[in-house]
């Protein structure tokens, strides 16, 4: 398999959630799939902007989606749920030709509205498939057991993002499985953590953070794989202050679901890029795998 899309990496792909980044390049190389770099992307206004203005915070992804379109492809690929919200929310405004007019008006290069954004996580199972990822699979996650947590926006609202279940999502959980973990049936999959309240309200993300936690570690579950850099951080670097607030003591391992693949196919460590998260999961990892059958 060979295929070209294009690459959104999003802000935090190049900061503070480069681990997501490198490892979903080196997978989707291993798979056959080619991340193709938006030149001279920038940034697509993220949770701020559209609260400030709709017509900019549009205009931002738009700019970028016409440069999708300018290197003459159809789809663009983000590994960031924040992102592709508002990528797919500017196509979806842009439909309307006044809305669109406004935009336009904002950008040298107007948007044709042509481009369709989703997730890295839809191109793995709708352009790459479970059989091929399966298939490419040399190292088998057998004898780990994994909660997949979504977050609250990668499949909401279910109009607008239109793919996989909106209430209880299975594309993670089905890479997972073909990667040979057990994936546990987590209840809270599609629960908010507290996204960017962690600055101004740490006590709603403690509690809604640990919260996870909580259903996780009562699963048994060895770790929680995400794909959300927010959600990432909230679990996992500020796992510390959940730890203080709640009186637990967890250190679960909150890997991105794409790290994990990169174990299952051989990815070199340096593209994995375990080292850069707060609860290195590379300990349970080695339990769990080493007392496989």
Known sequence: MSEAIAYY?????????????????????ALGLSLVDIPDWSCCGSTPAHTKDHTLSAALSARNLQLVSDMGLKAAATPCPSCLTNLRTANHRIEGDAFKAKVNKLLDDPYGGDVNAIS??????ETVGLDTIASAVRTPLKGLKVACYYGCIM???????????CENPMAMDNILTALGATVVPFPLKVECCGASYGIPRPDVVAKLSGKL?????GLDADMIAVACPLCQMNLDL??????RAMGTSYRTPVPYFTQLMGVALNIPDAEIG????????RPVLSKALSGAD
């Not at 890295?120 to 199972?125: C, E, G, H, P, Y």
């Not at 499949?155 to 279940?165: H, I, K």
């Not at 500020?238 to 730890?243: E, F, K, T």
């Not at 375990?274 to 999961?281: A, E, I, K, M, S």
């Open 120 to 125: 890295v996580l839809q191109a793995l199972v």
């Open 155 to 165: 499949n909401r609202p279910p109009e607008l993002m239109a793919f996989d279940d």
């Open 238 to 243: 500020r796992q510390g202050q959940i730890n």
């Open 213 to 217: 936690l909580e259903a996780a570690a």
């Open 9 to 29: 990496p999003g802000c935090s792909g190049l900061g503070t959630s480069k681990e997501y980044d490198t490892s979903t390049r080196a997978v989707c190389a």
């Open 274 to 281: 375990f080292g850069q998260l707060n609860v290195d999961p």
